[in-house]
């Protein structure tokens, strides 16, 4: 390769909504910068997170893992020696193959949520081994799955209003979403709303970086959006401020969802939510004079057992109160829906066999029947973020389990691997990736060349199919092939080639900057909005909308919230962040307690107990303590994370994680493990 620096094109396929697209400078096959480009994505506009941003120094980071391994120790050790990619491959081939003859195809578990991985490194070759193996099924529920449920049943996954048109709206509403962090291209969106005179209101229990800059911020106890929400609903018609006639032409279920409000005044919903009324009351003043008003809502809203009623009497606001139809008004969750794909999946129909809850792998590992045999992780760090850290870490030691961890670096859960296999990164494999929030599907190629013997999934999961004899390589398509279909199955393949032919990257969705109800309709069967879809009221326990009180109780009385941080991606770079992270927690939570800043504290319930250091943050509700997502064990004294206190319920809808219905109690370290440091893995 000749040394004279390139700017390559490529797109960041990261699980983050703006879905960026990127230039990337490469010296001798290496990356030495990457920029936020200025095409192919408006939203990247010119400039991209720090993380990626300084991913170049960390694609040769000593943590890479550069060969296939062989457990060499204990399990949880991280003891390895080094094997040839054939070996590696022969070996977990003959397991799995002599797994499924003796125990039955369902005994093999691919554990993967791939939120970071575009449409080639997951969900293709991959899927085609697990299918015909036979092998137990995996709801991929771990994010998304509530949201996904919500918005599919009321609007058919609608396209949302494009984060620009944000610069439209004369109200903004950001619920349960904290862009400062996770999708920060709308940070300077809200900024210049709010120099053209929009109001912003921030529904959070914490006091994230938007809240300072906000007209309201209304901070109730997590897990109780849906009385807030219903309580508007309620008022909205109490005042007449119902649009009635969008209802009649454009909606389902309009007197359902009015009853299922009627319990919820506004005095009952803001003591359920532990906010001020006059502060609820000046939200529905808000959202009802504004127009265009539109809403950002969050994924932090549903990760709790109340989460996906939450979501649908969110998303039913703009509906009832009339704020679809003029450029900036209505909603945003995921904007994923724009890309829809033939319901046919490329790779061969899903087998029956079982199918098992992602959030539950603790349960899976530790007591399923028949018993997970062989667990496959791939594109998932999953003892540092499913729940139930404590179950899952039980079943990782299992002496009778083959794991496989197919990773780029040595995570927490590659320690409990029998074999260990080095994967590409974005930027070195061909990759097809599709925004969430950004409306764009970017098709990238292979920028630098992988270190050591790193390995694409689409290529590593192809081998190990014709190894375990299921698959002969004249059924794989080649990458560019299989390319080729993903862009067949949105219906415009041709199109899209021409495009691509053209352009050579980013390809914007079909109306990439939609107007509700005027370029877009819900795509459910009869184009309406279905406000209590009756798939959903079956499911939700009680029905949707019957609410979930608080799991608080007197020994577990706080309430611990996990969301993401600036620093990672879930876990990814987790390696990076080497110091300790300390617990957040309100000035007068701690003096209750008699904890001081900077104190050692024990954080535990009855699933576990994370030791580590103590920060006072007004930016805290009192009750609510924090503790971020995608640590590692080394950010910790204990080794445990956040995740070994949250519990393995499910939400109402979706079977999606409770992350942040976990409850806690906190107290002084020292006196209690003097030998703490001693538990820590690594
Ligand atoms: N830098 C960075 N970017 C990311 C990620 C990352 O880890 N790091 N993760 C990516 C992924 S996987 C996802 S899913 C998205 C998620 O991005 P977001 O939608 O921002 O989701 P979270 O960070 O989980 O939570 C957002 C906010 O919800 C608040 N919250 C917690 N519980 C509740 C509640 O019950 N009600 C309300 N109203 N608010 C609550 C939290 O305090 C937090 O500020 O971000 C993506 N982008
Ligand atoms: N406590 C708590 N936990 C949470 C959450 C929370 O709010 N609170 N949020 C949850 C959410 S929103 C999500 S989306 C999940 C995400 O959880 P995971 O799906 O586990 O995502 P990551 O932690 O980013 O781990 C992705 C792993 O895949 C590897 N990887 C990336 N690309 C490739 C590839 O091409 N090939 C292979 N083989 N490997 C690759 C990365 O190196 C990384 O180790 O975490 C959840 N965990
Ligand atoms: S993580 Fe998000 S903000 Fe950062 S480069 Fe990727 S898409 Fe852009
Ligand atoms: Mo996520």
Not at 42 to 49: S, V
Not at 224 to 232: E, G, I, N, V, Y
Not at 647 to 657: E, Q, V, W
Request: aromatic share 6%; glycine share 8%.
């Amino acid at each position: 390769m000749s040394g004279a620096p390139a700017v390559v094109r490529a797109a960041c396929p990261l699980d983050c909504p703006d879905a960026c697209s990127l230039d990337v400078t490469v010296e001798a096959g290496r990356v030495t910068k990457i920029e936020g480009s200025r095409d192919r994505n408006e939203l990247t506009a010119g400039f991209i997170c720090s993380k990626v941003r300084t991913l170049p120094r960390h694609l040769r980071a000593p943590e890479r893992l550069l060969h296939p391994l062989v457990r060499a120790g204990r399990k949880g050790e991280g003891a390895f020696e080094r094997i040839s990619w054939d070996d590696a491959l022969d070996r977990i081939a003959a397991r799995l193959i002599e797994i499924r003859d003796r125990f039955g195809g369902e005994a093999i578990l691919p554990y993967a949520y791939g939120g970071s991985n575009g449409l080639l490194s997951d969900g293709t070759t991959d899927a085609l081994l697990f299918r015909r193996l036979g092998a137990s099924r995996l709801a991929r529920t771990v994010c998304a799955a509530p949201t996904g449920r919500a918005a599919t049943g009321l609007y058919g996954k609608m396209e949302g209003v494009a984060l620009p048109d944000y610069v439209h709206a004369k109200l903004i509403v950001v619920w349960g979403c904290n862009p400062s962090a996770t999708g920060i291209h709308l940070v300077p969106i809200v900024r210049a709303a709010r120099d053209a005179g929009a109001r912003l209101v921030v529904v959070d229990p914490r006091r994230i970086p938007l809240a300072a800059q906000a007209d309201l911020h209304l901070a109730p106890r997590p897990g109780s959006d849906a009385p807030l929400a219903l309580a508007a609903i309620r008022e909205l018609y109490a005042r007449g401020a119902a649009d009635l006639d969008f209802l009649a032409r454009h909606a389902t279920g309009v007197e359902a969802l009015r009853q299922r409000a009627e319990p919820w005044t506004l005095a009952r919903a803001a003591a359920e939510a532990d906010v001020p009324v006059a502060d609820l009351e000046r939200f529905v003043d808000l959202y009802a004079e504004s127009s265009p008003a539109v809403i950002r809502c969050g994924w932090g809203v549903e990760r709790n057992r109340n989460g996906g009623s939450a979501v649908a009497a969110i998303l039913s606001l703009p509906a009832v109160a009339g704020k679809f139809g003029v450029r900036g008004g209505g909603y945003t969750m995921s904007n994923s829906g724009a890309w829809r794909f033939a319901a046919e999946p490329l790779w061969g129909p899903e087998p029956t066999t079982r199918t098992i809850n992602m959030n539950r792998l603790g349960e899976a590992l530790e007591r399923a029947e028949p018993p997970v045999r062989a667990l496959f992780v791939y594109n998932s760090n999953a003892l540092a973020t499913t729940p139930n850290q404590t179950s899952v870490r039980r079943g990782l030691e299992r002496e009778d389990l083959f794991t496989v961890v197919f990773d780029q670096v040595a995570t927490d859960t590659a320690r409990y691997a029998d074999v260990v296999l080095p994967a590409t990164h974005f930027l070195e494999h061909r990759e097809l990736s599709r925004g969430y929030g950004a409306f764009v599907l970017h098709v990238s190629e292979p920028a630098a060349a992988p270190p050591g013997e790193a390995r694409p999934n689409y290529e590593v999961f192809a081998e190990l199919a014709m190894r375990c004899g299921v698959a002969r390589a004249c059924e794989i398509p080649a990458e560019r092939e299989a390319v080729a279909r993903v862009l067949d199955a949105t219906g415009r393949g041709e199109a899209l080639r021409a495009e691509l032919a053209e352009r050579g990257y980013g390809l914007p969705a079909a109306g990439a900057r939609p107007v509700q109800f005027v370029d877009v309709f819900p795509h459910t069967a009869d184009r309406k909005i279905h406000l209590v879809p009756p798939e959903l009221d079956r499911e939700a326990p009680g029905g949707l909308h019957a609410y979930r009180a608080d799991p608080a109780t007197g020994r577990f009385p706080l309430a611990l919230v996990s969301p993401a941080t600036s620093r990672t991606v879930s876990s990814t770079f987790g390696h990076l962040r080497r110091g300790p992270v300390p617990l957040e927690m309100h000035p007068d939570d701690a003096a209750a307690r008699g904890l001081a800043d900077g104190e050692r504290v024990r954080i535990w319930n009855e699933l576990g107990e994370v030791i580590c250091d103590l920060k006072l943050s007004s930016a805290m509700r009192p009750g609510v303590v924090e503790l971020p997502k995608g640590l590692w064990s080394h950010n910790t004294v204990n080794g445990a994370t956040a995740n070994a206190l949250a519990p393995d319920s499910l939400t109402d809808l979706g079977g999606g994680a409770c992350f942040n219905d976990a409850r806690v109690e906190v107290e002084r370290a020292a006196a209690l493990a003097p030998d703490a440091a001693s538990l820590a893995h690594g």
